[in-house]
Nanobody, 117 residues
Framework: QVQFVESGGGLVQPGGSLRLSCTPT????????MRWYRQAPGTEREWVAS????????QYLNSVKGRFTISRDNAKNTLYLQMNSLKPEDTALYFC??????????WGQGTQVTVSS
């Protein structure tokens, strides 16, 4: 059974930083592209960033480019999202996923990020 466990969220002031982590189980992490998504209240879930199996390729939502960094440690089966210069509009529930997660409705509980003064 595929599971995603996200952590690292919290309340931070504008301009602050957080590092999210995700530990998936139930599939070959090192063989899969991985993604971060987020969902703000009353909105659709949106894709934030992707990373290839060996970290050679990364992709970002335009609004987070230059502020967020996706990374992974295949030896630890862990995905990360370093978020710097956080803005109130980054407030959302953040999820990690693999590419087929949307089609298969595979989602963890997410980790809440709140950016507020």
């Amino acid at each position: 059974q595929v599971q995603f466990v996200e952590s690292g969220g919290g309340l931070v002031q504008p301009g602050g930083s957080l590092r999210l982590s995700c530990t998936p189980t139930g599939f070959s992490f090192s063989s899969s592209w991985m993604r971060w998504y987020r969902q703000a209240p009353g909105t659709e879930r949106e894709w934030v960033a992707s990373i290839s199996q060996t970290s050679v390729f990364t992709q970002y939502l335009n609004s987070v480019k230059g502020r967020f960094t996706i990374s992974r440690d295949n030896a630890k089966n862990t995905l990360y999202l370093q978020m710097n210069s956080l803005k109130p509009e980054d407030t959302a529930l953040y999820f990690c996923a693999r590419p087929e997660s949307e089609a298969r409705n595979e989602w963890g509980q997410g980790t809440q990020v709140t950016v507020s003064s």
